[in-house]
């Protein structure tokens, strides 16, 4: 019914940047807040980024200042710029969507697959 798909995750060294995206597709009617978490070995999943349908954003402590959330309403597409990173930034990050259907009466959430980010030297 509705897929989320991330891409541009891989490999930098400390202090660079990567760019990842994460598109939305299927028989969307609307999508309310777009999310990005992350989850390191051994850890579990923690919020990053969060914007909603009107633009408003939510930054994670750790990465407020470094990180930055956008989206692109008309494409059901959400970024995340990621700056100076750190090693501690390595982790898988997911991308979800807060979507309502044209076979549905409320909204809910849907997952990508992941894409991994490896901060490291």
């Known amino acids: 019914q509705v897929q989320v798909v991330e891409s541009g995750g891989g490999l930098v060294q400390p202090g660079g940047s990567l760019r990842l995206s994460c598109a939305a597709s299927?028989?969307?009617?609307?999508?309310?807040?777009m999310n990005w978490y992350r989850q390191a070995p051994g850890k579990q999943r923690e919020l990053v980024a969060v914007?909603?349908?009107?633009?408003?954003?939510h930054y994670a402590d750790s990465v407020r200042g470094r990180f930055t959330i956008s989206r692109d309403n008309a494409k059901n597409t959400v970024i995340l710029q990621m700056n100076s990173l750190k090693p501690e930034d390595t982790a898988v990050y997911y991308c979800?969507?807060?979507?309502?259907?044209?076979?549905?009466?409320?909204?809910?959430?849907?997952w990508g697959q992941g894409t991994q980010v490896t901060v490291s030297s």
């Open positions: 979800s969507a807060n979507v309502l259907t044209y076979s549905q009466y409320s909204y809910r959430d849907y």
């Open positions: 299927g028989s969307i009617v609307s999508i309310n807040a």
């Open positions: 914007i909603s349908r009107d633009g408003n954003t």
